[in-house]
């Protein structure tokens, strides 16, 4: 199972292959170091890369996995094939070729050619993977009669008739170790090709050469546009990144705005409170000053009365002397009376 992953310190995209372990118990699996040890010693540019071994950390679900770190690439021959032209597909067929001389020239049969094992990028650029069935070679020894692919390859004349429904599909033979073994090399389509003068296959070979230039021109200027678009895609992606970045600080500071709303908020709602605690407060002292007077007032009373009670045996004390010395007046007045009287009677 491959999964697709990001370098968090390059930002670079990844595919991971995770190894499968569960039916070896004793060790790790052989074929996996085999191919791991295929890997490391190809580098070319039509060969896949392999990058490193990585495993997962400890603490998560995936612990113990262990996964095989390759250069992404965005499709594989099986699907590009549907919507390639012929200049595209003379291209994919070169750069396989090359690939597989290298692989030969190192001594290593790939032995898994197919669609889903032969990569492609946004730029056109056709690798080999999955050296799963790979296996290193000593020239000049005999190879093992095993079949390891069991589609047969055939050549275009035998697709076109079986396309027509002229013949069926025969089983590999099982000498078979390579697929390319049924392709027809050049001198045979020479040798098949109808008897003709040398100007005409001059001709021939001259049309081929335009042919071949064209297409190479051809992959040269859809190379150029493919740059071309990457940058377009680099620079979209960069703005893209930069937008990210400024809506996450935007983000950010309404996150800080609202949170410092909140709390100028829960400040402001504290501080009414406290503000309607204080004129709460405020009215019980101003209604506890308006009894605080009554209660002066009253007790000014009380005081006045006590004093006005502490003067009254005095106000009597003077009336007593007042009603005396009235009495002793009126009966002065009497006593001159009687004897204003008694001369009156003299005087008759």
């Known amino acids: ?48 890369k392999l990058k490193e071994i990585v495993t997962s950390l400890d603490g998560n679900k995936y612990k113990g996995n262990i996964y095989m770190v390759f250069e992404y690439m965005d499709h594989d021959l099986s699907v590009v094939t549907k919507c390639s032209t012929a200049p595209q597909i003379k291209s994919y067929m070169r750069q396989l070729l090359k690939g597989l001389h290298y692989c030969h020239a190192n001594n290593v ?68 170790t390579e697929p390319s073994k049924k392709l027809k090399t050049l001198g045979e389509i020479q040798k098949k090709a109808p008897a003709s003068g040398p100007s005409q296959l001059r001709v021939h070979l001259i049309k081929a050469k335009e042919d071949m230039q064209q297409a190479e021109w051809n992959v040269v200027e859809a190379q150029k546009k493919l740059r071309q678009m990457e940058k377009n895609h680099e620079k979209a992606s960069f703005e893209i990144g930069s937008l990210t970045k400024y809506v996450k600080r935007i983000d950010q500071e ?72 009235a009495a002793d007046q009126i009966n002065k007045l009497r006593h001159d009376l009687y004897l204003a009287e008694n001369k009156i009677a003299e005087l008759k």
């Open 109 to 176: 049969l790939h032995r898994d050619i197919k669609g889903a094992n032969l990569l492609i990028n946004r730029r056109g650029i056709l690798k080999l993977a999955d050296f799963g069935l790979a296996r290193s070679f000593v020239k000049g020894e005999n190879f093992t009669n095993r079949v390891i692919t069991f589609g047969t390859v055939m050549t275009p004349e035998e697709l076109a008739e079986l396309r027509k429904g002229a013949v069926k599909r025969k089983a590999p033979s099982s000498s078979t």
């Open 1 to 48: 199972m491959v999964y697709e992953a990001q370098d968090i310190i390059t930002g670079e995209r990844a595919a991971l292959k995770k190894l499968k372990l569960d039916n070896w118990k004793e060790g790790f699996p052989v074929p996996v170091i085999r191919e791991i040890k295929l890997l490391k010693k190809m580098d070319h540019e039509n060969v896949i």
């Open 254 to 325: 309404y996150a800080v705005e609202r949170d410092n709303w909140v709390k100028e908020r829960c400040k402001w709602a504290k501080e009414s409170s406290i503000l309607k605690s204080v004129a709460d407060k405020k009215w019980e002292i101003a209604a506890a000053s308006v009894v605080s007077k009554k209660l002066w007032r009253a007790q000014e009373e009380v005081v006045a009365m006590k004093r006005a009670r502490w003067s009254l045996p005095d106000q009597i004390d003077k009336l007593w002397c007042n009603l005396r010395l």
